[in-house]
Nanobody, 126 residues
């Protein structure tokens, strides 16, 4: 059982930056796909970005492409660098992990992921 803990959320002005981090209870390596989803009040949980660890392949939602970057650090954490933040980026951000390779046709599906964190709140103000 992999436990995920997100950190790095907070309040930021529009145009600013935040970096989220996801720490796993055990080192995720090999054929793991790590992802970030977000959920605004009254909305569904939407895909943001994913990283396939085995090949380093990344995927992004169109709404964040060019502004957000998903990566991993040497400690095994999954990072989400968020730049040029907009009001509509306000949401609870969740880290997700799946112990297999996901591909372009299923990486965006929230039902594909086995493990989830509790979320970290990101609020963008004007």
């Amino acid at each position: 059982q992999v436990q995920l803990v997100e950190s790095g959320g907070g309040l930021v002005q529009a145009g600013g930056s935040l970096r989220l981090s996801c720490a796993a209870s055990e080192r995720t390596f090999g054929s793991y796909t790590m992802a970030w989803f977000r959920q605004a009040p009254g909305e569904e949980r939407d895909f943001v970005a994913a990283l396939r660890w085995s090949y380093g392949t990344t995927y992004y939602a169109d709404s964040v492409k060019g502004r957000f970057t998903i990566s991993r650090d040497n400690a095994g954490n999954t990072l989400l660098q968020m730049n040029s933040l907009k009001l509509e980026d306000t949401a609870l951000y969740f880290c997700a992990a799946e112990p297999r390779d996901l591909y372009w046709f299923n990486v965006r599906g929230r039902n594909e992921y086995h493990y989830w964190g509790q979320g970290t709140q990101v609020t963008v103000s004007s």
